[in-house]
């Protein structure tokens, strides 16, 4: 009989991703101080990709520890510009600020995936794509945060690729969905290997 599979995240994009590709899964959210764990992990010194894979780690552990017979998907994503580690916006005023940061320059995203069972890792998968913005005008900058402030909101960096959020954008380097914050792929060949999934 396969395993539950259990996904360690509030987030509804990941949890679209895994119900369109038709993986059984439930949701229980891992109740995590995330603005407090990654700066004592920025504290470390430890890379924007190591921060992205931690958090991952900490949010399977927490929810692995109650569900010890499940494997439980804990994700995390971490967006680097020039070595500087952005969080989601305080308020339009912050997303403005961090668009600007961006524009007319690449940064990268870092998405984690790691699985749990009885406690103990036993997968993980870290994706590194590079996003080229382009530079956009101000007007539009304006337009864009007035039109959309209520779905970017809780994204870092202020846009969803899925949307009009990919106007903002001349090119991308990797997998698309490690933007939207899952490594799916990676995900759906360890779940195919484990028996979750039909071969």
């Not at 007007?139 to 994204?155: E, F, G, M, S």
């Amino acid at each position: 009989m396969p395993e539950n599979l259990i996904l360690a995240s509030g987030s509804a994009i990941r949890a679209t991703l895994l119900a369109k590709a038709q993986v059984p899964f439930t949701v229980q959210v891992a109740r995590v101080d995330e603005d407090m764990a990654r700066d004592a992990l920025r504290a470390q010194q430890l890379a924007a990709r190591d921060i992205a894979d931690a958090l991952a780690e900490m949010k399977a552990l927490r929810i692995s520890g109650k569900f010890p017979d499940d494997l439980v998907l804990g994700c995390d994503q971490i967006l680097d510009v020039a070595g500087i580690i952005l969080n989601k916006p305080q308020d339009r005023n912050d997303l403005t600020a961090q668009l600007r940061q961006l524009k007319g320059r690449d940064h990268r995203l870092h998405s984690a995936a790691v699985v749990f069972h009885a406690g103990r890792p036993i997968w993980r998968s870290v994706r590194t794509v590079t996003m080229h913005m382009r530079d956009f005008s101000d007007d539009y900058l304006t337009q864009y945060i007035d039109a959309n402030w209520n779905i970017v909101r809780h994204c870092v960096g202020g846009y969803a690729l899925e949307g009009v959020g990919v106007r903002l954008f001349s090119k991308i380097d990797g997998d698309y969905f490690s933007v939207l914050g899952l490594p799916l792929l990676d995900v759906l060949a360890f779940l195919t290997e484990r028996g979750v999934l039909q071969k």
